[in-house]
């Protein structure tokens, strides 16, 4: 394993959203698993949709199309979760990411990837780390840490807030 | 890697660490009863250990040092020098510098060597001062209260004509016997035949093996009034430190060559022939066949004597385990409580009663194999308590001020983690008792209060929780202070209604830590949004009680164990949840109203407790039974009803925690998995049942 490691440096993992192609650096991937059951946490934003049991642990999965304002992932057979394991203010996190479908291992050198454009993107600039290109179609490479951390708990207590004064009024 | 050696010298820090502790807190208890020679006795053998192993590991500053600090202690153990507010002093600083010592980083640090000569050069000073055995000294000395067991050697030698004085060895004897374990051998060589015998002369002496507290002191002055008739030798063979009964078993040529009977070289002379060394040595006339015979004697009875202490430290023995080990055992067991709620899910869809029988007794074994595992954890918090009181002497001192620690509760037991994790928050809460609640001597009397404060600091079990409580008598809360800052601040509006208790919660807000106006007023708020932080991650709560001039009172709530828990697992909405077992009292059903309205109270017996739906808190839609179960639960005293679906059943409920994207969600204390591999959330029913009392206080 330790040897994979090391020599997957220009190794990405692409997935689709909606019709988009997007792909993560795969050191920061740890598995792709099939839609499971997500125990849903009531009073949090709809982009978190809830936990799963891996192995014995409760790992959070946020839905990536909500998150980027797509709409929400429907269950399909080609539905997956990719296990990754982030860096939230320096705290190795593992979290799970809906996918619509999880396409290959693809090789991209460093030189073949183009700093994002300012606009025209589907999602926010400060996500996305590089632009890769596979034949004519474009891979949006995420900055995984940048998208998980904006998750951070400022947003969720907001929402919480929220649905709290909400339930408060009826 | 690390090395073996490395290994012992971790061990050894650790150990060290430890021993200092209880060094510290003996130290204390010292300072409260002076006259106790079985802390004085503890202190010398917790000292003697640093040497010792310090010395084994190559720590041999700490040895060097030690070794001195251990040479007063020595005194004041015998009673040669008393116990002084200044040798306190000093002790103390010793304990910080071994502490310093023991920093890798601090080896070889030449002003740490110098504040050690400083150091011995106090201690050194207090011996030569008080060299005179001081009254107290004494006095401590002679009181026979149960302290260490030591093994002495007595020989016993009356004249011959002590019995002429009327004297009666006999009862000297039976003196000695009284202070302890006694072995005798009497030597009768020198009793002729019946008709030479001269009635008034004593020709008989004894060898004694005493297994006795008492120190030598006490047992020289067993003859006092014979001294002149009597040749009294007494030898220490073991002063009760060594750790285990080693070294104290001597080899027969050993014993004869210590008691002067033999010379080293008689027995290098003896050893070479090939006899039994007894019967060589008496052959040779070197001995009497009787002093070998009495040397045998006193082998087996050191022996004998040595064992029994050593398995009476067996019976309280210890191990020492790495903590991750034990982590990753608990790990293990609530995977294993997991699968046995698998089991036994499956068992019961199955409805094989065979396998029924197995599964029911998987259980019953993985229940208590969970319970003695979490109780390997559990540990008194008595030994943190202790800790505590260094920090209010120390602090007390330093600010002027005269202040009493008193604790209640140290037998009460915690989650290991649970308690390294409260030292910090309750380090705080003592600080600020003492540096901003407790007031100046001068200004109590002012105000006709003792001028010594007082500091309680209690731990107690109250249901599945644990509470503890740090109060004091000093000046209490400022209402009108913390109101003027909060409004100054902008945490409140001006006007705004709290009530008491709201308002001292605003102390908890990070902007007080630095406010300067209130500390000085109402004397709390330096860094309690630290403690609010820290108690919260460890799911407790904290509640402040203050009164005005009289005292306040904090008080912490934690969950006795951050692992696994009883629980009862219900369904509302189509989704799994768990209530923690140690709220739930009973279960009713409620049908609800006839126009199809959810009722909101509930009457149990004549008692009307609020009854809150799940479906409704957690906003899961859809339409709820007829029928309602409710599961009456606790919370503050209080009974309240909570509306589900369905009542599924009791489970071992192993706690996951949700993770940090879930930190701010207050309501559930964490997840479980469930028989088929999904995800139950566990609810925090003290937190939902304030939150909705909040909604419910919003929408009035």
Known sequence: ?170 | MMSQDDVHRLAYLEEAKELLADLEASLLELERTPGDTDLLHKIFRAMHTIKGSGAMFGFDDIATFTHDVETVFDKVRNGLLGVSRELLDLSFHACDHIRALLEPDNAGDAGLTAAGRTLLEGFRRYAGEEAAPAAAASAVSQEASPGVARIYRLRIRPQGDILVTGNNPLHLLEDVCSLGECRMFAHVEAVGPLDDLDPEACLVWWDCVLRSPASRQELADVFLFVEDECDLTIDLLDDGCAMDGEGIHKLLGQILVERGDITPADLENALSAQKRLGDILADQGLVQPSQVASALAEQTAVRDLGQKQAERQEKTSSIRVAADKLDFLVDLVGELVIVQAQIRQAVDERGDPHLRGLAEHLERLSESLRDSTLSIRMLPIGATFAKFRRLVRDLSTELGKDIELVTSGEETELDKTVIERLSDPLVHLLRNSIDHGIESPAQRQAVGKPAAGRISLAAAHVGGEVCITVGDDGGGLDPAAIRAKAEQRGLISPGAELTLKELYHLIFQPGFSTAKAVTSVSGRGVGMDVVKRAIDALRGSVEIDSERGKGTSITVRLPLTLAIIDGLQVQAGGEYYVVPLGHVEECVELARDEDGQRRRIVNLRGEVAPVLSLREAFGLGGQPPAIEPIVVARVDGERIGIAVDRVVGEHQTVIKTLGRLYRDVDAFSGATIRGDGSMALIIDVAALVRREALFEAGRT
């Open chain 1, 1 to 170: 394993m330790a040897e994979a490691v090391s020599s997957n440096d220009n190794q990405y993992l692409t997935f689709t959203l909606e019709r988009e192609l997007f792909a993560l650096d795969i050191a920061s991937v740890r598995e792709v698993l099939e839609l499971v059951n997500i125990t849903r946490v009531p009073r949090t934003p709809d982009a978190i949709r809830g936990v799963i049991n891996l192995r014995g642990r409760a790992v959070p999965v946020v839905d990536l199309k909500q998150k980027f304002g797509m709409g929400s992932t429907a269950r399909t057979v080609n539905t997956c979760i990719i296990i990754v394991e982030v860096d939230i203010e320096g705290e190795p996190t593992v979290l799970g990411a809906l996918a619509d479908s999880v396409q290959e291992v693809y090789e991209m050198e460093s030189s073949q990837i183009e700093p994002p454009p300012r606009m025209g993107t589907p999602i926010r600039a400060d996500y996305i780390r590089g632009m890769g290109k596979s034949g004519e179609q474009f891979i949006i490479i995420l900055d995984i840490n940048k998208v998980f951390s904006s998750m951070e708990l400022a947003g969720l207590a907001q929402a919480l807030g929220e649905a709290g004064a909400e339930a408060g009024e009826d």
